[in-house]
């Protein structure tokens, strides 16, 4: 298993720009998040899905959006980029199956400047 | 909301020596807490769980404590090894099954 990818790895984004960061899970979880980590500080929810076709806005979603068509798919789409949204994005991918708690499992990455 | 904080940005610790890292949390109605390992430039890396049934859980070098009562999280590891330098968070659940994470405290191991 690949476990959770996150394409592109890096990418810079001009202001108002567009651009949809991809996540991809081949656990067969039903859960799946977007989290944000500025420099120095911990994960802040943007957008979660607990099932295909169920989109759920987190802690800090304003500027982003997302669609969940498949269980294996989550991207995160950036309307019009803005340099507050200059931050690394974690993708992760859970199964309340497995337990009854959520383990969540962590893509590597995608790095976003906007300049 | 939920607040999870940690009481020290970084730990500097020698090669062989136990670390311990510190988190507290101010949600009564967290359940499940998790210790995650962040190397540069990756995601964080699933370490050690506990539930808020238990006080005391332990892996291989690894041990996390939870002090309900004071509302605290620690994760100490046996015999620091280089390998172990990364920044490590803690999150805590809820009943919504949504992860809320600490700040992060850097540990750096001197050879």
């Known amino acids: 298993n690949a476990g959770v990818t996150q394409t592109p790895k890096f990418r810079i984004l001009k202001i108002g720009q567009s651009m949809t960061l991809q996540c991809t899970q081949d656990m067969n979880h039903n859960y799946m998040y977007w989290y944000r980590q500025d420099p120095g500080m911990g994960l802040k929810l943007i957008y979660y899905?607990?099932?295909?076709?169920?989109?759920d806005k987190g802690e800090v979603p304003n500027g982003y959006n997302v669609s969940r068509s498949t269980t294996e798919d989550f991207p995160l789409r950036l309307e019009l980029a803005a340099p507050s949204q200059t931050s690394v994005y974690f993708c992760?991918?859970?199964?309340?199956?497995?337990?009854?708690?959520?383990?969540?499992?962590f893509g590597p990455g995608t790095r976003l400047t906007v300049l | 909301g939920e607040n999870v904080g940690l009481h020290l940005p970084t730990l500097s610790v020698q090669e062989g020596d136990n670390s311990i890292i510190n988190c507290a949390y101010s949600?009564?109605?967290?359940?499940?807490f998790i210790w995650y390992k962040q190397e540069s430039g990756k995601g964080p890396q699933f370490i050690i769980d506990i539930r808020s049934n238990m006080d005391k859980r332990q892996g291989q070098r690894v041990t996390v404590l939870l002090n309900k009562t004071v509302k605290h999280l620690s994760l100490q590891i046996a015999a620091t090894q280089p390998g172990d330098s990364a920044v490590y968070f803690c999150a805590t659940q809820d009943a919504g099954n949504m992860l809320t994470f600490g700040g992060g405290t850097r540990l750096m191991v001197k050879p």
């Open positions: 899905s607990v099932g295909a076709g169920i989109t």
């Open positions: 949600n009564s109605a967290s359940d499940y």
């Open positions: 992760a991918s859970g199964s309340l199956l497995a337990s009854s708690y959520n383990e969540q499992f």
